[in-house]
């Protein structure tokens, strides 16, 4: 059976202070993700489901798997996103165009991405994704949900689990979400908008 692995970080664990610290991404990718890795293995051995890529799991499975597997898609899109602190950081290209096109303005997009992530009850994630015809989307999802479950392509993440920024920030989540549009790789995020 295939194992999945822990994603090695495209980057190094000091790299996106201070907005996210080094402390936090030794716990959140060192010990959460990887616990989220671990139990997924454990939970596929002898499943049908083994074999199928992360995202196929998210599709059919429930309970336990899905959790984990949901958690991983969901952990290495967020953890892939990020690059070295920039003041001015904006998308670009069609993405941008795209941003524009459908919130009125970066800004807009700004202000209901950070509304729908500090508004999130509980655990979850606050998304930005395309339908199939290229439009974008903010959703919220709860838990380990993602929005291919919903048939989008999922682009960018903020994660909201208190696990993502409590040591840096304790409980100001408004604080954090504003904080990471420093460190968002919007070519990353152009390239994940690219449809083939």
Do not use: C
Not at 12 to 22: G, H, M
Not at 118 to 136: P, Y
């Amino acid at each position: 059976m295939k194992k999945f692995e822990l994603m090695a970080l495209p980057y190094a664990l000091e790299a996106l202070e201070p907005v996210i610290s080094r402390q936090t991404l030794e716990f959140h990718h060192g010990r959460h993700l990887a616990a989220y890795v671990n139990n997924l293995n454990g939970l596929l051995d002898g499943s049908p489901l083994a074999g199928l890529s992360l995202e196929e799991i998210v599709l059919k499975a429930d309970g336990g798997i899905l959790n984990n597997a949901g958690q991983i898609l969901n952990h290495e899109l967020y953890f892939g996103q990020f690059s070295t602190p920039k003041a001015e950081n904006r998308p670009e290209g069609s993405l941008g165009e795209a941003i524009t096109r459908d919130f009125g303005s970066f800004e807009a997009f700004k202000e209901e991405f950070q509304k729908k992530g500090a508004t999130l009850f509980g655990s979850g994630w606050v998304w930005l994704s395309a339908d199939k015809d290229g439009k974008l989307v903010i959703t919220q999802e709860t838990n380990a949900a993602n929005p291919v479950q919903k048939g989008l392509k999922p682009l960018l993440t903020f994660d909201v689990w208190e696990h993502a920024y409590y040591l840096d920030y304790q409980n100001r989540r408004p604080d954090h979400l504003t904080a990471l549009w420093q460190i968002i790789d919007w070519r990353l995020i152009e390239k994940r908008y690219k449809f083939d």
